[in-house]
């Protein structure tokens, strides 16, 4: 079971690494942002945008928490991404404004955590509509954990293309005790 600190500490780490990831990508020309690498969603720029779909997807679901949390609140009105291809952008520095508010809204809503929010059973719908119940500070951690999953594959693809996007390790953002 996730605390409120640790979903703190993860949402810097996803925040630093997003960052990390964008700085590096900006290294490389435009047309080998698209280029296709055989990677599962082709691109760099598509493994990007399957990031801000699928953390899109994940924070319209969280924004059906009972808590009614404030944090996620702008996302409450839209309509769920149905495909995790979806585009947010075309070119680096539009994907990198959507990557942004989703990092701030993640930050935020880490920030406003309580711990009877982590122990609350999230009641949401998958793309099939098949309806789940599911332990919702459980569900933040696969949440960081699928952005670590793909950002490792992004960051395979940068360096295969002869870019370091540095240090990656949680790690140097733990706090010694």
């Known amino acids: 079971m996730p605390t409120t600190d640790d979903i703190v500490l993860l949402a810097a780490y996803n925040a630093n690494m997003n960052r990390k ?23 760099l720029l598509g493994t990007m945008n399957h990031l801000v779909a699928g953390d899109t997807i994940w924070l319209m679901r969280f ?3 009972p808590a009614n949390l404030p944090a996620l609140a702008p996302l409450r009105d839209g309509a769920i991404p149905s495909d995790l291809r979806q585009r947010y952008g075309d070119d680096l520095p539009s994907l990198l404004a959507h ?32 309806e789940y119940r599911k332990h919702f500070g459980t569900l ?5 954990n699928h952005q670590t999953h793909h950002r490792g594959q992004a960051s395979t693809l940068l360096t295969q293309a002869g870019i370091d996007i540095g240090v990656t390790d949680l790690l140097e953002l733990v706090g010694d005790v």
Do not use: C, M
């Open 21 to 43: 990831l964008y700085d590096a990508a900006a290294r490389l020309p435009a047309h080998e942002l698209d280029a296709d690498r055989g990677a599962f969603f082709g691109s």
């Open 63 to 65: 924004a059906l928490h």
């Open 99 to 130: 990557r942004s508010r989703l990092d701030g809204l993640i930050t935020a809503l880490a920030a406003e955590l309580q711990p009877t929010d982590l122990d609350a059973t999230l009641v949401y719908r998958n793309s099939r509509g098949i």
């Open 140 to 144: 933040l951690l696969h949440f960081f």
